[in-house]
């Protein structure tokens, strides 16, 4: 569980709330060429949604609030060995709106390990990484944290609608931390994992 008094704010303070956040999050390929993320709170609420292209050389997510406003994009740079993504606010590819960059943490690795590094973060050799996302490659679970301790859980619901291309996952994101964020580099652990 997260033990800083601060806000965890990535994405935005309008997504760090006072209180433990469980979200559950589908995601359906919808055809060959396109791929689609809804967040739900508990009560069934859409948070959030993510489209993208499935079969594309250069991978791009678009998350977007309910109003169907973008919130921030996701793009992999391509023939990157350890996998790099960069997001940045709303549709933006701009230096200037870079928000952080994630990539493996090695190139070659047996357990799901990312760095996670903010815009601010200049020199992350020197500084180190912002966050790590470690957990199993084959489940899909993983967990996010900031030094020791940990800001969200998630857990990958298999079902036979997993081969159906229908996968589902569950989010705990623990108090004041920006929850747009655990969902983007949840995108980001699952678009690795199946290219």
Not at 38 to 62: A, F, M, P
Not at 94 to 122: F, G, M, T, W, Y
Request: net charge positive.
């Amino acid at each position: 569980m997260a033990s800083y008094d601060q806000m965890i704010e990535v994405v935005g303070h309008r997504f760090c709330v006072p209180y433990t956040m469980e979200l559950l999050v589908k995601k359906k390929v919808q055809s060959f060429s396109k791929a689609h993320y809804d967040v739900y709170d508990t009560t069934g609420n859409v948070l959030l949604e993510i489209d993208g292209g499935v079969w594309n050389l250069q991978k791009k997510r678009v998350m977007k609030d309910p109003a169907g406003l973008p919130v921030i994009t996701l793009r992999e740079k391509p023939l990157s060995w350890r996998n790099q993504w960069v997001i940045h606010e709303g549709e933006s590819s701009e230096r200037n709106h870079l928000i952080c960059s994630v990539q493996r943490s090695n190139a070659l690795q047996i357990k799901n390990r990312l760095d996670v590094c903010l815009a601010s973060n200049c020199n992350p050799k020197e500084n180190g990484v912002d966050f790590r996302v470690t957990g199993s490659l084959t489940s899909l679970s993983f967990k996010v944290r900031r030094g020791n301790s940990i800001l969200a859980e998630v857990s990958h619901n298999f079902t036979w609608g997993s081969c159906k291309g229908k996968e589902t996952f569950k989010v705990k994101v623990y108090p004041e931390v920006d929850y747009a964020f655990i969902i983007a580099l949840l995108v980001i652990v699952h678009e690795n994992d199946n290219s």
